[in-house]
C-alpha cells in the first residue's frame, strides 16, 4: 500500500521542501516551520545568504517570524533536499515580449525535482498557471526524469498562492486557501496539510484543473472590471468631468463595485489573463473580453503620458524641455515590489517627448535592482529643484503625508501636480496646487 493513502500518512513527521522563496514561497516555509521539517530552497546564493541572517529584502517576515520558525533552515544546493517527502513549488511564471506564457522556469524546477524524487514522494504547485499545466506538462516532466509513474510512484498537488504583498492584514495564515490533488486521496492530503498553518480554513476542489482554473480567473476578472474603468476615465476625460466624483456618487448605491482606475502592473492582475487566453485560443476560442480588457490596461501609460503633456502644453509649459518628479515607482502602494510595474511604462511614455532627464522617488525600492533591470536611476529624496511637473504615481504612505507647503517647494509657479492615485483633497477636483 502506497505511503499516501490517508491511513499511513504520517503528517507530523515527513519532511517538507519549499522550493522558490519569494513573496510566496518564505510565508509558506516561515508557517511549516513552526511544525516541522522544512528546508527552504532558492537558487539565489544571496538570497539564501540573506534569509539565514533573518532578513528578507522584500519586508513580509519580521525577524521575530524568522525565530518563530524553528524547524526551518535554508540552502541553494538541491542534493539538502534529497530527503524531503513533500515539495512545494513556488516559481514564477512570467510572460514573454510576446506576451504569451513563460513556463521554463517551471519547467526547469520539474526537471530538478525529477533528478531527487523518490517513491512515493507528493510535489505541490502553488504558481499560478493555466488549466492543465500541472497534469499536463510538469508531471510528465518529472517522470521522464525521474522514471517514477505519476499517480502510482508520485503525486501531484496544486494550491495557488493568494499571497497579497505588503499587505499587513491579509495575511498567508487568514487567507482561505483552495486545495487539489491528482488523486482523491491525495487531495485529501494536499488539504489536510494546509490545514496545519491556514487558520481560517481551506476550500478542497473536485480537481487540479478546477484549482488552476480558480486562480487564474480571481485576477482575470479585476483587470476586466479595472479595464471598464479604466475606459470610462478616457470618457469622463474628453467630457471633461471628475471620473472620481462619479465614481463616488455611483458607489453610494449598494451593489456597484469599487474599481479605480489606474496603471495595472504587478505579478498577477496584469500577467495572469494572457495565461487564461492564451489556453482558450488552444481550445479553439477567442477570448474577446479577456483580451480587450488587457488591451485597455496595458495602453493606460501611454495614454497618461500623452494626456500629461496636453496638460502641459494647455498651460503655456514647455513639455520639451520640462522639469519632471515622478513620485513612486512600484507596482502598488507600501511594499518594495516593482514586478511588472507600469511606472515603468509612464516614464518611457512621458520620455518620448521630453528630453529632460526624468528625476523618480520611492522610498521603498531596492535602487540598485531598478537600475539592473530597467535602467532608471532612482535618486534619494527629493529636493527643491523647482518642477514643471510632479506625478504621484503610487499611493505610499509616506507620500500621502505630504503637506500642501511641502509640495509647493516641489515646484514652480507655474506647474502642474499629476495626482494619479487620489492622494489628496481639492476644494475642486479640477484645481491643482
Not at 143 to 162: A, H, I, M, T, V
Not at 180 to 201: A, C, F, M, N, R
Request: glycine share 6%; net charge positive.
Amino acid at each position: 500500500m502506497n505511503k499516501f493513502m490517508i491511513k499511513n500518512f504520517n503528517i507530523k513527521t515527513c519532511k517538507l521542501a519549499m522550493i522558490g522563496l519569494g513573496y510566496v514561497g518564505l510565508p509558506i516555509a516561515i508557517e511549516f516551520g513552526k511544525k516541522r521539517k522544512v528546508i527552504g530552497f532558492d537558487l539565489n546564493k544571496s538570497r539564501i545568504n540573506e534569509l539565514k541572517k533573518n532578513i528578507d529584502c522584500n519586508l513580509e517576515i519580521s525577524k521575530k517570524e524568522f525565530k518563530s520558525s524553528k524547524k526551518l533552515v535554508f540552502t541553494n544546493k538541491i542534493q539538502e533536499l534529497k530527503d524531503c517527502e513533500i515539495f512545494i513549488v513556488s516559481i514564477p511564471t512570467p510572460i514573454d515580449n510576446k506576451k504569451k506564457p513563460d513556463l521554463s522556469l517551471l519547467k526547469n524546477c520539474c526537471e530538478m525535482i525529477g533528478s531527487i524524487i523518490k517513491n512515493g514522494d507528493l510535489v505541490i504547485f502553488e504558481s499560478t498557471v493555466y488549466p492543465g499545466v500541472t497534469e499536463e506538462i510538469c508531471a510528465p516532466i518529472i517522470q521522464k526524469k525521474s522514471g517514477l509513474k505519476f499517480n502510482q510512484d508520485f503525486f501531484c498537488g496544486y494550491s495557488p498562492e493568494r499571497i497579497n504583498p505588503g499587505d499587513k492584514n491579509h495575511r498567508l495564515s487568514n487567507i482561505v486557501k483552495i486545495t487539489s490533488g491528482s488523486t482523491p486521496e491525495v487531495s485529501k492530503i494536499v488539504d489536510w496539510l494546509y490545514k496545519q498553518i491556514i487558520k481560517t480554513g481551506t476550500y478542497n476542489v473536485p480537481s487540479i484543473k478546477v484549482a488552476e482554473a480558480a486562480k487564474v480567473i480571481e485576477n482575470t476578472q479585476r483587470d476586466v472590471n479595472i479595464a471598464l474603468i479604466n475606459e470610462l476615465s478616457i470618457i469622463f476625460d474628453k467630457l471633461n468631468i471628475d471620473t472620481k466624483s462619479v465614481l463616488d456618487a455611483a458607489n453610494t448605491k449598494w451593489n456597484f463595485l469599487p474599481f479605480k482606475p489606474g496603471l495595472v502592473g504587478g505579478h498577477c492582475i496584469g500577467v495572469d489573463p494572457y495565461y487564461l487566453a492564451y489556453k482558450s485560443l488552444k481550445v479553439g476560442h477567442n477570448p474577446k473580453m479577456i483580451l480587450a480588457g488587457r488591451k485597455i490596461n496595458d495602453q493606460m501609460p501611454l495614454y497618461l503620458a500623452n494626456k500629461i503633456k496636453h496638460m502641459m502644453i494647455k498651460k503655456k509649459i514647455d513639455h520639451i524641455n520640462a522639469k519632471i518628479l515622478i513620485m513612486g515607482f512600484t507596482f502598488k502602494e507600501n511594499c518594495p515590489d516593482f514586478r511588472n510595474t507600469k511606472v515603468a511604462d509612464l516614464i518611457n511614455g512621458i520620455k518620448k517627448y521630453n528630453k529632460t532627464k526624468i528625476d523618480i522617488y520611492d522610498p521603498w525600492i531596492n535602487k540598485k535592482e531598478v537600475k539592473k533591470i530597467y535602467g532608471f536611476d532612482l535618486i534619494k529624496y527629493p529636493s527643491k529643484k523647482k518642477y514643471d511637473l510632479v506625478v504621484f504615481a503610487v499611493a505610499h504612505d509616506e507620500f500621502k503625508k505630504f503637506t500642501k507647503n511641502q509640495i509647493k517647494d516641489l515646484v514652480k509657479i507655474k506647474h502642474i501636480i499629476y495626482d494619479l492615485k487620489n492622494l489628496f483633497k481639492y476644494k475642486n477636483p479640477n484645481t491643482q496646487f
